[in-house]
């Protein structure tokens, strides 16, 4: 095999692993992993903002929207106005939400981030040089992307 098709396979590797993990943590959970990474944001911060769980986990109020959307019609969380600022609205993991995120394994990305840190300073720059190179290669440098390993338009898996 020439090197240039051990790197597409090595990036289909990738692509399905995502996409695999993904599967599973909604067939076994019942949430997605941009809905996980939500609630454990919920979770570490009851009463927290929508805008605050966006600027957190890098996605945009209105995707961050849609996400408690479903789970508020799940029954894993539920967004509290504010008595003393009608204007603020604070969302809380309901007893069914806090029950299920302890249960829940940990979402992709973490498990990625966790392997990534136990690299040395040198290795990870290397990583993140080639990467960002490879993104370049395949015009990708500005599409919008966030820190969510999720295949597809974040917006339809939510």
Known sequence: MQKDEELLVALRKVIRAID?????????????GPQLLVMQN???????????????????????TSILDRLEAKGLVQRIRSTEDKRRVGVFLSEQGQTMLQDAPLPFQEHFTNRFAQLKDWEQSQMVATMQRIASMMDAEKLDASPVLEVGNLSEKI
């Not at 919920?42 to 961050?64: D, Y």
Request: aromatic share 0%.
């Open 20 to 32: 695999l993990r993904s599967k599973e943590l909604s067939r076994d959970v019942g949430v997605t």
């Open 42 to 64: 919920i979770g570490r911060e009851p009463g927290i903002m929508v805008r605050q769980i966006a600027e957190n986990i890098n996605l945009s109020p209105a995707t961050v």
